[in-house]
């Protein structure tokens, strides 16, 4: 099993950036693939970025393309994602997830991950 603790949210003007972290407890971070999804207020929670298991693979939402990006250090057991350019719409509680896989893939369903953080808010201000 692994744990997830996600860091760096608040609040951040238009045009602002921030840098959210996901730490992963355990010893074998590296076998996870992770993803980063948000869900606002009265919606779905949507798929962001994620990532394969070595970093090679990424992938992004059209809404996050070109402003945001998926990284992850696996020896600091640590997947992040820099957002820049944020806009009012990105305002939404950010969740880290992550599943085991056995190959290069990325997982952008929510119903593909089985460990979930506890989710961190960010509020873009217009």
């Known amino acids: 099993q692994v744990q997830l603790v996600e860091s760096g949210g608040g609040l951040v003007q238009a045009g602002g950036s921030l840098r959210l972290s996901c730490a992963a407890s355990?010893?074998?971070?590296?076998?996870?693939?992770m993803g980063w999804f948000r869900q606002a207020p009265g919606k779905e929670r949507e798929f962001v970025a994620a990532?394969?298991?070595?970093?090679?693979?990424?992938y992004y939402s059209d809404a996050v393309k070109g402003r945001f990006t998926i990284s992850r250090a696996n020896a600091k057991n640590t997947v992040y994602l820099q957002m820049n350019s944020l806009k009012p719409e990105d305002t939404a509680d950010y969740y880290c997830?992550?599943?085991?896989?056995?190959?290069?893939?990325?997982?952008?369903?929510?119903?593909?991950?089985?460990?979930w953080g506890q989710g961190i808010q960010v509020t873009v201000s217009s």
């Open positions: 990532i394969s298991r070595s970093g090679g693979n990424t």
């Open positions: 355990g010893r074998t971070f590296n076998n996870y693939a």
């Open positions: 997830a992550a599943e085991v896989v056995y190959t290069t893939v990325v997982l952008t369903i929510p119903t593909q991950y089985n460990y």
